[in-house]
């Protein structure tokens, strides 16, 4: 069963804007961080952002004054705004929910491609 459901991947124009979303099932509890990592074939995943049940907010030095993480802890959903993309951006993103018992669950990626 998907317990993480993810949208809003695409094609997009460098310069363009796109916005993941990813739903947790209510089968999860206790979803303390949520966040969206990345993965580019060949290379480790890595995180873009994330954000505590609390609202705190991290992000990763490439991303910072572009992207914008949000959330809605009464739909357990977590959103990603991405402004000023850049070909560099392309990558599979992955949403992840961290319990508080530090249990990790993955959504199955959305690819997302920068080009013109």
């Known amino acids: 069963q998907v317990l993480l459901v993810e949208s809003g991947g695409g094609l997009v124009q460098p310069g363009g804007s796109l916005r993941l979303s990813c739903a947790a099932s209510e089968r999860i509890l206790g979803i303390n961080i949520m966040g969206w990592y990345r993965q580019v074939p060949g290379t480790e995943r890595e995180l873009v952002a994330n954000i505590t049940s609390g609202g705190r907010r991290n992000y990763a030095d490439s991303v910072k004054g572009r992207f914008t993480i949000s959330r809605d802890n009464a739909k357990n959903t977590v959103y990603l705004q991405m402004n000023s993309l850049k070909p560099e951006d392309t990558a599979v993103y992955y949403c992840?929910?961290?319990?508080?018992?530090?249990?990790?669950?993955w959504g199955q990626g959305t690819q997302v491609t920068v080009s013109s």
């Open positions: 992840n929910a961290q319990t508080y018992y530090n249990y990790n669950y």
